[in-house]
Each structure stands twice: as C-alpha cells, then as structure tokens.
C-alpha cells in the first residue's frame, strides 16, 4: 500500500532529510496488545496516547501499557490529527482518496470515496468516521451529485492542485488547516499554500483566510496562484491563543523558510466577515515568528508547543540541528539542546538517517517525532522521495537539569509516507480518542506492496 498523493506535497522537490541514528536507547516497543473476547477497550487513564498517520491510516500508542494498534482502519487519513478539545473525544484529520490500486482494505469497495475527495475529515472517539467532511465549496465535483470543491482536476487527478497537510484547532473549537496547494514536486516551491478556518460548532462555513493574492483558477485566493503560503507544515496553537505555521519556502519559492505567526484576534469571528468565503487579507496580522537560516532550520517542517516549558519545537526536515526549541518570541532557548540532523551534503544517503517532520510533546517534556525518511537514489540531491518501509515514529528523552537529549529510539516503523504526531492526555474534561475493540497492529508494508499507488 502507498499514498495515493505525490510523494513530494511535503517536500517541493527540496530533497530534506534529518540526522544519524545510533543504538536505539530504552526499552524495545510492546507488541500490538490484543485482548480477546467481549471486553470493552478505552484510553488510559495514566499516561498518555500518541497518534499518527500512515499509509491512510491512523495509528496509536499508549505510553502507559506499550500498547499499538490501528484508531483509523487504512481509508484515507492523510495529514495532521486535531483533537476539538470539547469533551466528545472527536478529531479532524487531513484526508486525500485512496485509489483502487493500492488495494487499502478500508478502500472500495468495503467504504465509499469521501467527497469532496480533498477536505478535513471529522471522526469520532472510536475511529469511525461521522460521515462529515471539512471542505471549500466550489463548482468541482466528482459526479453531479457530489457535493462541489474549489479545487479542480488535474488529469483526472484530484488531489493535483491542493491537500491539506497541517491543521490547529483554538479554544472557541474553530479548526484551521493548511492546504499546501500545487507544491508537490516543483523547485522553486509555489506560493500557493492556503490557510482555511471552518467554524465551530457545526463546521459547515469555511473561509480562506490566506492564499494566494494574484493569478490563479476561478480567482486569485483558489490554486494555482501566487502570493501565498510556500508549502505549509504542521501548526500549532501558542499559550496565548495565537497560530504558528511553518512554510518550507520563502516568498520567492527559495530557501530558507520561516515560522509565521498569526494573530488569533485579527481572525474572523464568522463566515459573514468573509465575503465570497475570501478573509480580506488587510484584516490578517501576521508576523515572523522564526526565520530560518540555511545553517539554523532552513527548511522547518513542524512546529509543537512543549508543555513542559513556556516554549516551542521546531523541526527541519534536513539540517544540523533537525529540531530546536525556540521561545515565546521565536528566540534559542540556550538550556535546550537540539536533536541533531544531517547537513544538506549528507541529506538523503544515511541508511540510518532520519527526517522530522511532524512532532508532539507529552507532558513530561518527551518528544515524539516523525520520521518521513527521504532517501536519494542519485548523486547528490537526484531522485529524492520518501522510502517505503522506512517510515517511523520516533522517541527523544531528556536528562534533567540541562535537557540533554537521548538517542531517538524507534517505537514504531515500517511505514510509508508518515507525517504527523498527536498527544492527548485524558483528564479535565478531555476525552483521548480510542477504539472500543480490539484492533489489528499498525499496518507495515511488505516489498510487494511497495510500488503500488
């Protein structure tokens, strides 16, 4: 099984990759737990869960018992997951249809295609779809009663011109998502990425509150335009409420790129403040959160808030360091030290290297990334992608009082195509998603499966 997108909606054709791996640290990771007869699953309540996507899919580990399974069976998962935080234990999650070939078990015919085929997925607590999606209404549609995108078809190929890839969700329940628009594969890198708000409580009004400002399908903030995001990354929400996004590029389509922040108070507070579901950008207020350097996270990928500081982690998808922790004001913190990574030369020719990309902190200050793990089959940069088999998540440690970190230790792998981490801790009113049976281990390719898609 492979994704049914571009290998490339996460890296431009930048060729990206992140640092060496020693001897794995800790403990192996539990097997799948797998209990039998009528017994009624639910989330820990010590500890915390890790999710993460892969291959369509949405899998999950329990700190507390080493536990793994399938949350989300393979069916179209494809992006950042977002907990709404208001006590039902729903998410959203990026999603791009399967294709037929890649045989996904919870592909047709055992599910219907979601429509439109590009959007946000609202799931439940127990991993099963609500048969609602987060989209942009728009004239595009699969068949005549399908419900209508704003993007349209490129060859037959819906997700050709925009995914949603990072996603936020604030404390009002409103859920933000960035689509990354037609980079999937091109150097320099468009400025066509979108920043889209669907509003709580239904979900069912969206505005594009950033996008492209000239050019473009059926208008200047649709695909295809200029003026935009530069393939957006995995957000967060800061303590004080505001929206940080990463972007790989630069205005220009080059390197490096930067941390924005978004001023959550310069946001609208309905679909009525977006005329023709077009935010007036003169409205937003937005500001450089980090600026990349081509030696400091020239190409940040992902941004978490750290729960155990009143600071942030911001990963590279190549460079040395690959994450490092910046304050409330975008500056190095000195008493955090970095994961390492790999330097451009080295990108892409490690067997052992890794590439963050999407990240998540658990309470006590442990970090789980993921690796998306490019590999190089040319010289230098030539024929760069994600390797199958090669995806995982991975565990860093800290030892106290300087924050020193641990080698990465793998807890899971065998992946294709992983981008994100999600922790949830359950308590306060907050209720971790979880299946309620047992489910099977999170799905690993085989080499037969791993040229399909």
Known sequence: MRRGRAIAPLLGALAIVGATIGAAAGPPPAAAVTPSGPARLQAPKTGYVVYWDQDEEEDY???????????????????????????????????????????????????????????EELVSRTGAWTGQNLY?????????????????????????????????????HNVFADDIGTAQGAF????????????????????????????????????????????????????????????????????????LEFDHASFPTSAHDCPDGVYPRSKIRDSVFLQGTSDVLPVPSGVTRDPSCDCYAVSSLFGDPSIEWVDAHGQLVPDRDSVPGETLDQFGHSPAGYNPFGMAIAPDGTLYFVDIHIACRGAGLG???????????????FTPPIHQ?????????????????????????????????????????????????
Request: aromatic share 6%; hydrophobic share 25%.
């Open 188 to 259: 320099p890198i468009p400025t066509d990425g979108r920043l889209v708000e669907w509003f709580a409580p239904s979900y069912t009004t969206s505005c594009i509150l950033y996008g492209p400002t000239t050019g473009g399908v059926d208008g200047a903030h649709h695909v295809d335009g200029s003026g935009g995001l530069s393939q957006p990354g995995m957000m967060t929400t800061t303590s004080d409420g505001d929206l940080l996004l990463p972007q790989a590029g630069s205005a220009t389509g080059g390197f490096p790129g930067d941390v």
């Open 405 to 453: 970190p641990s080698t990465p230790q793998v807890i899971a792998g065998g992946f294709a195509f992983p981008t994100s981490a999600t922790i949830c801790v359950e308590g306060n009113h907050r209720v971790c998603p979880f299946p309620t049976r047992p489910t099977p281990a999170p799905s690993a390719e085989t080499p037969a499966e791993a040229g399909e898609g």
């Open 61 to 119: 580990y329990a700190s507390a018992t080493g536990a793994q399974g399938q949350l989300v069976t393979p069916w179209d998962p494809n992006g950042q997951m977002c907990l709404l935080n208001d006590g039902t234990g729903r998410f959203v999650v990026g999603y791009d249809p399967t294709q037929p070939s890649q045989h996904n078990p919870g592909g047709p015919p055992h599910h219907p295609y979601k429509q439109p085929p590009i959007g």
């Open 383 to 397: 024929n760069c992608g994600p390797e199958d088999m090669h995806g995982q998540v991975m565990r860093v440690t």
């Open 136 to 172: 942009v209404p728009g004239p595009y549609r699969m068949a005549p009663k399908d419900p209508g995108e704003d993007s349209p078809a490129v060859r037959g190929v819906y997700n050709g011109q925009s995914t949603y890839t990072g996603c936020a969700v604030d404390g009002k």
